[in-house]
Nanobody, 121 residues
């Protein structure tokens, strides 16, 4: 099976930085897009950043210039570097990835368990 495990969340003061990691493991043939979402209690998940297998990148407007998504294909890992953090960036952050387990196996989307990011004012 496939697992995604996030790490790097925590408590930080406004203006500070955190780096989230999301490592995929298990029976993996190929990873396509990798994404970071965030969610507040009782609200829908919001797509924060995405990176394709070819390196194309997209961000939600509110984090442009502050967050940077990257990936290390050799480690099946994506990162989210978050700088100049604001209290309104306080959410649970989730990663997901489109992964196929074989050459002719359709890709599925897998989710991590989430990591809490809290930014104090």
């Amino acid at each position: 099976q496939v697992q995604l495990v996030e790490s790097g969340g925590g408590l930080v003061q406004a203006g500070g930085s955190l780096r989230l990691s999301c490592a995929a493991s298990g029976s993996i043939f190929s990873i396509y897009a990798m994404r970071w979402y965030r969610q507040a209690p009782g609200k829908e998940r919001e797509l924060v950043a995405a990176i394709g297998s070819g390196g194309n990148i997209d961000y939600v407007e509110s984090v442009k210039g502050r967050f940077t998504i990257s990936r290390d294909n050799a480690k099946n890992t994506t990162y989210l570097q978050m700088n100049s953090l604001k209290p309104e960036d306080t959410f649970v952050y989730f990663c997901n990835a489109d992964i196929t387990q074989g050459r002719y196996v359709p890709a599925r989307t897998y989710w991590g368990q989430g990591t809490q990011v809290t930014v104090s004012s």
